[in-house]
């Protein structure tokens, strides 16, 4: 094949404008030194015999170093090197919805080609500060305990941080399967993961009939260096074309300690000094670069939103490590998860005392500000008052007494199975039925048959009050005399057929 015609990509084919032709010096890995390119510039695109492209990524004196993106296959000192004068672009476009696409946004569904609306630059700028408003409408993420106490808005950043197999890609996922019906269009985005985890992800959305409005773009461990380099990139920019056209999107990276390794594995290669935790210099660079471009544009541009939940790993819980703080101090919080807590059973296991939300309540249903404007208060009281019942042993107060048992109602309330997103009409029921303090007499079985069961009987008993809380956002008196009504139902009547 002519590299004229773009590597095996049955999207447009990449116009090609060469400008120069180079001479492969050596090939280390997934990188190509190559000749004779004088005028080359950083970031810029180029194609070897074949097709298989690759980018500039940085100069000796006499070479150009080229990272490779796609299996390095034959390349071999001595092939040409064509350079074309331009960044890297690819396709986006409304056909994309319900696809899995490789970093390169070619197919790897095995569904066929993806017709492509455009072709939008992969490395863009973040939009510019007068482009933006602010972030003031809920992104549901289906999670109790994220809705209540550390609630998300559309266009935001919240880091999910935490050890291996603790929960994270599953909240994200929640959020994700949530997202059906709410017009928000979902990007999973999986780097360096091995193939089988994303291959488990694929079988839920399928179950779910998530694809109906999402897509994955796949960098897992299997695909080329400079494609899981590539992968949260081409996520973004994928989802900024959804953004532009005045949609609302979630994009989800999983993970960027991954994205990281990877980097740093780069850089190795390309001789460049290593600095803390042998990371290179400009890995804060890298990242933030990425977390910029989440955005809510004004109205006069759309109005769309971009929200993003990049995952990073921690060793033994220390959010300490240099990848990871540098993430918290570029999103605008972070959810802490807790291998003890998940040990305990406490799933998600999200630690509340460590997780915040900079964007705190303003984007929260007005229904729900109210009642988890304490919760985090009393739930952090209630962890305390744990502690330190467990060391002493005297006889504690009634008053002490009451709010251990009202922390064990709210944690069995915030206590959540997986694959299983509850909507905010729900949480704001059974919130508002934790406040009238009836949940904090009831042993655990019960709390738990109540999560089930209290929002069916409300929907059997009062079809419209759901939907009701969902248009208004607030309670109206009339709502709450349901509620009242349902509550006296469920406790009296209900329990004692
Ligand atoms: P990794 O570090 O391997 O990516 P992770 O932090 O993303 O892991 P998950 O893969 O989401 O964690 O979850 C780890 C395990 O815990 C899975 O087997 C998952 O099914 C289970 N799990 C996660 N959340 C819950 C939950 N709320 N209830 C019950 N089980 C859960
Ligand atoms: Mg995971």
Not at 1 to 10: C, E, F, I, R
Not at 330 to 352: C, E, W
Request: charged share 25%; aromatic share 8%; hydrophobic share 40%.
């Amino acid at each position: 094949m002519s590299p004229l015609s773009g590597p095996d990509n049955n999207n447009a084919a990449i116009r090609f404008d060469i400008k120069e032709v180079g001479r492969v010096k050596t090939v280390r890995e997934f990188i190509v030194l190559a000749e004779n390119m004088p005028s080359c510039i950083n970031g810029q695109i180029v194609a070897f015999d074949g097709g298989l492209r690759g980018i500039v990524m940085g100069f000796t004196e006499q070479d150009v170093q080229i990272l490779i993106l796609g299996p390095k296959a034959h390349i071999k000192a001595g092939d040409k090197v064509y350079s074309k004068a331009q960044s890297l672009y690819l396709p986006v476009g409304n056909a994309f919805v319900g696809r899995i696409v490789n970093a390169l946004c070619e197919p790897v569904d095995g569904k066929g080609p993806i017709a492509a609306d455009e072709e939008y630059l992969v490395f863009r700028d973040a939009p510019g500060i007068m482009d933006r408003s602010t972030v003031e409408r809920t992104l549901e993420s289906g999670t109790r305990i994220i809705d209540t106490i550390m609630p998300l808005a559309l266009g935001q950043r919240q880091l999910l941080v935490g050890d291996r197999q603790t929960g994270k890609t599953t909240v994200t996922t929640d959020a994700i399967i949530n997202q059906k019906g709410n017009n928000v269009i979902c990007i999973y985005c999986s780097i360096g993961k091995p193939y089988s985890t994303l291959v488990k992800t694929i079988s839920l959305f399928e179950e779910k009939g998530v694809f109906d409005y999402s897509l994955i773009v796949s960098g897992v461990a299997s695909t080329s260096v400079g494609e899981q380099y590539l992968a949260p990139y081409t996520a973004a920019m994928l989802g900024e074309y959804f953004m532009l056209n005045g949609k609302d999107v979630l994009v989800v990276f999983d993970d960027l300690t991954r994205h990281a390794w990877i980097y740093r594995q780069i850089s190795l290669l390309l001789n460049r000094a290593p600095g803390r935790e042998a990371y290179p210099g400009d890995i804060f660079y890298l990242h933030s670069q990425l977390m910029e471009r989440a955005a809510q544009m004004n109205p006069e541009l759309g109005g769309g939103a971009m929200t993003f939940l990049p995952i990073v790993e921690t060793l033994q819980g220390d959010v300490t490590g240099y990848i990871p703080t540098n993430l918290v101090s570029m999103t605008d919080g972070q959810i802490y998860f807790s291998t003890a807590l998940f040990n305990k059973g406490i799933r998600p296991a999200i630690d509340v005392g460590l997780s915040v939300s900079r964007i705190g309540n303003r984007a929260q249903w007005s229904s729900m500000k109210g009642p988890s404007r304490s919760l985090r208060l009393e739930y952090l009281q209630y962890k305390e008052l744990l502690q330190m019942t467990q060391l002493r042993t005297t006889e504690l107060s009634k008053e002490a007494q009451k709010k251990l048992r009202r922390g064990e109602a709210i944690t069995e309330l915030l206590i959540q199975d997986k694959n299983n997103p509850v909507p905010m009409e729900q949480q704001v029921i059974d919130m508002y039925a934790l406040n009238r303090e009836v949940l904090d007499e009831l042993p655990r079985e019960e709390i738990r048959k109540f999560k089930n069961d209290f929002y069916r009987k409300i929907r059997e008993w009062f079809p419209n009050l759901p939907q009701q809380l969902r248009d208004s956002k607030i309670i109206v008196d009339e709502s709450i005399a349901n509620l009242e009504e349902a509550i006296y139902f469920y406790f009296n009547q209900e329990n004692k057929q």
